[in-house]
């Protein structure tokens, strides 16, 4: 410890010294980029990228160190690394560099005006000669960290340190709580918002009394160990008030006694007002709090201004809308059940009751409402079973407006095999196919007869086939629904594909394009439907044609180039989309148990040997506390895939206090920790729009957006944006600590995030500039707290 001291010390006098002699700088523009510096060492290094990322912003990342791959020595008998012996290891070493580059080569002018650091001194494991672990403390040099120091004061950065000891800091005027250096987060652990005007400034979108959890948010799903180093603020020694406790920590002592510490605290160095965030916690991707306090500390280290969005976006999608759906057998027998359930008007009726209170108790703004994917073929053909009354299409026809709609093909048909079986089947010839299968220009008429197409039992589907199912569901829409006239709920260029089908085919994307469908959703537990960036949507590959031909890479080219110059697209657009636990065939919770357990149980009967299980068979309470774990981790990391569920889903039954259903009580799960943790409004987009929204957020990443702020006399005074490529650029303002010069005077409303979009209208060589004058120019310097 004495040691540790001493090297501090010494870093504490001569960043007293640089520090004296820096000057603030008042006359310049800086960059609105942020820089990320990493070790590489840790889970919790991809927590900032991740969130830079989710808000759509400009960031670089800089790893301290470089790693390098070695092979442990084979085993002797006095091996120290028995474990490791003979196999591959991966070394982490300092990268040659004593300065990061912090300026723009061609200006010269400063380009971040932000930077995070993962942990405050980017220590890191490495090997030594002898292949033993051993753990540098300080990843930064002197001259870097100095360098660091000189840069935040002339330009009036601000810092985060994602992980900070109370010992690291070396300020006399904070103590470690805990003398043997830190304490395992335990399901005690909670964060809370101190009590002062700092915190309650820079807290931002997050709920003043909320509780959040370090990690154990549930008892089943694992999301990390987490380790503590709560500090302690001598007040004696902080008389000037330059340092200032945000988030309050209770955590169990080592000897087991409940305790409270400072878990984030404020630093405005004494001398050059520099000021830094420091978290006394490790933070990563998988418990909530990582994602949850990003939405307080970036926005604050970027001093309310920056160039991106964020919005939590939830879409639940309802499939097989108008059908029935077998439900899955609680025998336990495991044959195919006989009972079936189509939803009804009173559950229709319910949801739409179920939307309006959930909205008028979310933050103003939201408007969450499911989606329905409707095959048309259920209402003539359920309509006037007595067994499902009361009858739904009536209550479609009176609360059509009350949700949004998208078309998913008339009889739920596999649009790449028939029958989900791709085995050759001989054709057969439909007289009544061959006479007219597209509906785009009217009805078929087929004398009260239906066209043959479930003769074949399997092969590949006829473009025929892709035509009148998607066509003809157009036509029911139009003329039955009457689309037309509810244009804010209805989708006329997006479709889900049965069984997320057809989208690697020829055929399914041929008639999807000539029908005017450009949208489709995929599957992200589909490893050829998963994004490679959550955030952007992307083209559907076609790999089979209508023969059952795998095609070439030239193939493939030549069909996209067809495509665009009869449709004026390459490819249908996919939108990512999330699977949920909820299963197609679970209308109760008796069956939504007895499904998954009979498939991760640890009595599973439709189970591998490999397959991953639970150690007990878990209740529908746990189930829905996983999902909405999972799914408020997707929502807090601005997710926008919508979810997919099924019209069974929606049966309304009691739980013994009320009545509800299966998608209720997930919302209601999945919205739980967003509602207690911020103030998001919750939005839903129609399928069209949703397309459009990810369009955008992938031209924006894509067209070289920069931005740059203006200072003079040492007040912010103009943003300017720059592109290399015309895209809509979002520029958002949101309020945290001393935030208001940075506010566009053009921004107007009283909402936590004012976002506005510019059009760029970018030229390949050099992108034009927007510039917008910011309150800075207008109001004096702010004082001082």
Known sequence: MKKLYSRLAIVAMCQVACLARTETEQDFSIGMRTLVLT?????????????????????????????????????????????????????????????????DPETNDPKYNSIVLTTLNLGF?????????????????????????????????????????????????????????????????????ASNNWANDMRNILNQDARIRVGSETEVSANGAYWLTPALIREDQNVDGHMQPILNLDYTCPNGQACTGVGATLVRDRLSARETLHFHINMDLFGLHGVT???????????????GERKVVLDCQVDDALLDTK???????????????????????????????????????SNFTLQMAFNGVGWEEFGQRKDYEPNLNEGVTKYFDEFLWVSHTWNHIDMYCLNSDCSQADPVDDPLFEACFDWSD?????????PAYY????????????????????????????????????????????????????EGVRAMLAAGIFNAVGDNSRLDLKPANPWHPFLAIAKVNGDGEKLTTEDREDFEEEMLELYGARSVTIIPRFATRVYFDVSLPVEFEMEHNSIYGPNCTLCKNDTFKYDDNLTVDTLMEIEGFETARNLLSLRIEPYMFHQANLRMYSDGRFSTSLIQEWIVASLRWVKDYTTFPVYTYKMDDLAEYYRQRQERDECGLAGSIKYSNGRPV????????????KLTYTKTTDSAMMQPVTFEGSATDISNILIMEGKESKGDTVQLELFGNLMGVSEDR
């Open 455 to 506: 003769a074949p039992i399997s092969g590949y589907t006829p473009y025929e086939y892709e035509t009148y199912e998607l066509t003809r569901n157009q036509y029911f829409a139009e003329e039955v629904l009457n689309v037309q006239e509810h244009e804010e709920a209805w989708s006329p260029r997006s479709m889900v594909t049965p069984r997320i089908s057809g989208l690697n085919y020829t």
């Open 125 to 193: 494991a490495s090997y030594d000669e002898n292949f033993n672990s051993i753990w540098n403390q300080y990843g930064l040099t002197q001259e870097t960290s100095d360098e660091l120091d000189k840069y935040c004061v002339k330009y009036g950065v601000r810092t985060v340190s994602l992980n900070s000891s109370p010992i690291e800091i070396f300020d006399f005027a904070m103590a470690p709580a805990i003398s043997e250096g830190g304490v395992a987060a335990d399901n005690m652990t909670v964060l809370s918002f």
């Open 39 to 103: 070790s590489g060492a840790n889970t919790f290094d991809e927590l900032p990228i991740w969130v830079s990322q989710a808000y759509g912003v400009n960031f670089d990342t800089v790893s301290i160190t470089e790693e390098s791959e070695f092979r442990f020595p084979e085993c002797t008998d006095s091996s120290a690394n028995s474990e490791n012996c003979g196999s591959m290891g991966t070394n982490s070493t300092r990268r040659d560099f004593s300065r990061i580059d912090l300026y």
């Open 718 to 729: 103009s943003v300017s944006i720059s592109s290399d490529s015309s895209c809509q650029a």
């Open 327 to 365: 439900i899955y057998d609680t025998t336990g027998t495991q044959n195919s059940s006989t009972e079936k359930y189509r939803m009804t008007e009173i559950d229709l009726k319910a949801h739409r009751d179920f939307q309006r209170n959930l909205n008028i108790a979310l933050p103003s703004g």
């Open 293 to 307: 306090l990003a939405h307080m500390w970036y926005p604050w280290v970027v001093r309310g201004l920056f160039l």
């Open 442 to 450: 009217g009805p078929c008429d087929y004398e009260g007869e239906e």
